[in-house]
């Protein structure tokens, strides 16, 4: 339709808007509406980008000579999508509840009811996309500023602060540099709590009872949730551990980012969440968090495969974390006990990578390198894979160290 005047667009219109700072216009729905003075501010999500890159546009951004408008449904149904911050429930063994979930897809509706008050135009659409729309301008954690991706459920009076200060070591969140200054007088913490069990050169990991660390581990939900999309935070942290990986120097051990494991998977899950913070990203520390979360699964005398979804950039680290690993032993296969070359079925690279079966058919299809040859399915490596295989390992420079591991596995089924 063609449509005039910016005042009659609503929540759920779809139309063309220009991405900030560039002259690309794309196609966006508008999520959310917000009225300041006499102008109104759009948020948008754009049609096929993560929605990390969702913001804040003026009318000029918009083209309103073609705008699309939801058909009008006309329901009530209570949405299942909410963030709760709820103390953590006691879950029983077999009943576990993932501390950070993907949201439930939910219905959209269109009724209107206007809340003059809040300056804000609402209606029961907007009201339910609360949780889709930055709600955090800036965070500051050590020496970083950073720009938050994602909705997460920090206290809205300090949502309405242009930065949330934390304390890097214990994540508690401050809503000025002051308090942040008077807390860090009285927190003693340089590390994260739980048992250091494992340090190489600067690189330390952490491992954190979601039952005993409860303060911290909500904390670091909370500042994770920043990064993390489509995510439903419960808080039941009781179910998991957290392993954190920090980075030391003379100030002390600094997040870098975690992952969470379940203490008890039935289905072999190795991994719950995993997040490097922004700042860290691109240097290879996903993959390094990844690579640790096998280690463990090795020590533990099993195989294991992440929890899905992924997020994107998730699953992008675990692609090339496989590939890598998988290459690595059809490369440089260690050689049998009479120095001859082993056999390397599926379940050989299984056993020695520690990934799933699946995880490592899946890689091989995705590769390319099962071909069907004589009655039977082998693995074929071309000149290429091995070429491009060895210039990417020489860019990944940290790697885990297994004998710097001090951890026994615990039975917690026990
Ligand atoms: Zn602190």
């Known amino acids: 339709m063609n449509c005039e005047s910016a005042a009659s667009l609503t929540v759920g219109c779809r139309l063309q808007v220009r991405i900030r700072q560039s002259n690309d216009w794309q196609m966006a729905e508008i999520v959310s509406i917000r009225k300041m003075g006499d102008k109104r501010k759009f948020y948008v999500h754009y049609e096929d980008c993560n929605k990390r890159l969702d913001e804040w546009v003026t009318e000029e951004n918009l083209n309103l000579r073609d705008v699309q408008r939801l058909p009008c449904v006309d329901q009530t149904s209570e949405s299942q999508e909410k963030i709760m911050l709820t103390t953590p429930k006691k879950c029983g063994r077999r009943k576990h509840r993932k501390h950070v979930k993907k949201e439930e897809n939910s219905s959209k509706t269109t009724s209107n009811e206007c809340d003059p008050q809040e300056g804000m135009i609402t209606n029961s659409r907007q009201k339910k996309n609360e949780t889709l729309v930055k709600n955090v301008e800036m965070i500051e954690l050590g020496r970083y500023r950073i720009k938050p991706w994602y909705f997460s459920p920090y206290p809205k009076e300090l949502c309405q602060m242009d930065c949330i200060y934390l304390c890097e070591f214990c994540l508690k969140y401050c809503k000025s540099r002051f308090c942040l200054g008077r807390h860090l007088s009285k927190c003693t913490l340089k590390h994260p709590p739980g048992n250091e069990i494992y340090r190489k050169d600067t690189i330390s990991f952490f491992e954190i009872d979601g039952r005993k660390d409860k303060v911290y581990v909500q904390n670091l939900c909370l500042l994770s949730k920043l990064f993390l999309d489509h995510k439903l935070i419960d808080f039941a942290v009781d ?117 799933h079966s699946g995880d490592v058919i899946y890689t091989l299809k995705s590769l390319n390198l099962v071909k069907y040859f004589k009655g039977k399915h082998i693995i074929c490596l071309n000149h290429d894979t091995i070429e491009q295989h060895r210039s990417a390992m020489k860019k990944r420079k940290i790697r885990i160290d297994s004998s710097c591991l001090r951890w026994t596995p615990k039975d917690w089924a026990k």
């Open 239 to 355: 179910p998991f551990l957290f392993y954190v990986m920090t980075e030391f120097d003379s100030r002390g051990f600094h997040i870098v980012g975690y992952f969470s494991k379940e203490k008890i998977s039935d289905q072999d899950y190795n991994l719950a969440c995993v997040l490097t913070l922004p700042p860290y990203q691109r240097k290879g520390y996903g993959k390094l968090l990844i690579e640790f979360s096998y280690e463990l699964s090795r020590c533990e005398g099993k195989t294991g495969s992440p929890e899905k979804p992924l997020s994107d950039l998730g699953l992008l680290s675990y692609r090339s974390y496989w590939t890598q690993a998988i290459l690595e032993i059809l490369i440089n296969p260690n050689p049998g006990p009479n120095g001859d070359r082993p056999s390397t079925a599926i379940n050989d690279i299984s056993e020695i990578t520690a990934i």
